[in-house]
């Protein structure tokens, strides 16, 4: 018997990464999955790779798009008939936009932006939507531990990540008594691809290697180490799972004992 | 497959309410428990109840007593051979006031029970554990670890003070396996307090039982109190191999009262 069992969950930016390792979770506990990314091609591999039958599916979208992040949430509905999770984790900052304020363009603001706080939004309203009808939901974003704390050179991404906390600490008050828990999770680095691909660029901007980039973060961190998917991947299940029902608006820490608060 | 098979924990406060909701949580996955209490008689209840047969273990001792929380991990490694979880978890108030009416004693109790109990206990596992690199203390700490009400002085002040041992502690042994953190739950129904509720609601100025648990409710997210098994919940996800990334964090579990 798993904790999540005739759940129904919404994983952007599901193919790799956190999402990735978060949707497997939350099919071995028992959930129906659908998945989503820009490429239908990494779609399809992480359907074939992941081999849960029907019980994952994959929808192509652009989270940066309102009309793409809404009909990825009705489109979970039509599949499997309701949403009872939203993982709201698609995000990141294009090379683009690592700058240092005084240098930073408005379209680089812009773009992480869309890319991590509208999504979070256009998903979230849209999931509420048909959550507060049946009186239940579990809405999980992705932030990070710069929605708590702020890195020099990368303040879209700061600012975008504290929006989102900001959100979710409104939107928990707001369906608190109708079955509904809205929490952040808030990792540390992570090596996952998006951080592989763009990781050189961000640490170049700062004058360090790659290598020393990751070992910059993980000195933060109590553990002297990054983290890994699978951490964020089991605090979401407790989130998502039944007996959390108590437990929303929180922005929780999985940065390995890196933020103050 | 248990989540905590071959684990042994040991648990202040653990013959009722969040502490006995924590040892079932994990005895459920394997691991074997030391309860603790300072009633005998209450504890042998405890473990009939329980029913776990080998799996559980009544150790008495006074949360308060320097020697009764020490004595805890050495009974552990005695009756099971190791202690890999400890959790700090005994607590609470008695007869508390504000500050103008605080008396010393009060203040020294809340101080023994709430703080010197959890170093205690903490410094004592880590002597253990930090040569077998490997370990895990959770520490019950309360949303006023991180907020204040007025007339519970003691309570917020010890309740931050575990807060701030438990980040510290996170840093020292956080690259050799050992992971430290808080819960921090919101008003739960417990025996304690309901036994000590209504002076409570008293000395805070908000005269009823039902008054006090609607101050802490309104504040919240969910506008009902939390519940033991949402707080073993998370406990238990601490406690296993999972958790092994997740230190110095303060849980809330709080039905969204907290503003940070």
Known sequence: MGQLDGRIACVTGGTRGIGRATAEAFLREGAKVVVTGRSSEKGQRALDEIDAGDNVHFISGDVKRREDCEALIQGTVDKYGRIDILFANAGGVNNSSFAPVAEMSDEGMEDTLTWNFWHTFWTMRAALNHMIPQQHGRIIATSSVEGKVGKPGNSSYVVAKHAINGLVKAAAHEVGTLGITVNSVCPGLIETDIVKENGPDYAESMGMTYEELLDWFGKESAIQRINEVEDVAEVCVLLASDVAAGITGSLLSIDGGTSPY | ?260
């Open chain 2, 1 to 260: 497959m248990g989540k905590l098979d071959g684990k042994v924990a040991a648990i202040t406060g653990g013959t009722r309410s969040i502490g006995r909701g924590m040892a079932e949580a994990f005895i459920a996955e394997g691991a074997k428990v030391i309860v603790n209490g300072r009633n005998e008689e209450k504890g042998r209840i405890c473990i009939e109840e329980i029913n776990a047969g080998d799996s559980v273990t009544f150790y008495k001792g006074d949360a308060t007593k320097q020697a009764d929380v020490e004595g805890i991990v050495d009974f552990a490694i005695s009756t099971y051979g190791k202690l890999d979880i400890m959790c700090l978890n005994s607590g609470g108030l008695a007869n508390t006031a504000p500050v103008a009416q605080m008396t010393d004693e009060e203040w020294e109790l809340e101080m023994d029970w709430n703080l010197n109990h959890v170093f205690w206990g903490m410094r004592k596992s880590f002597q253990h554990m930090i040569p077998r690199e490997s370990g895990r203390v959770i520490v019950t700490s309360s949303v006023e670890g991180k907020l204040g009400k007025a007339g519970t002085p003691g309570y917020n002040a010890t309740k931050h003070g575990v807060n701030g041992l438990v980040k510290g502690a996170a840093k020292e042994v956080g690259p050799i396996g050992i992971t430290v953190n808080a819960l921090l739950p919101g008003i739960i129904e417990t025996d304690i307090v309901r036994s000590t509720g209504p002076e409570s609601a008293v000395a805070m100025g908000v005269g009823t039982y039902e008054n006090l648990i609607g101050m802490f409710t309104e504040e919240s997210a969910i506008k009902r109190p939390n519940t033991v098994e949402e707080v073993a919940a998370v406990a238990l996800l601490l406690a296993s191999d999972a958790g092994k990334n997740m230190t110095g964090m303060l849980f809330p579990i709080d039905g969204g009262t907290m503003p940070y």
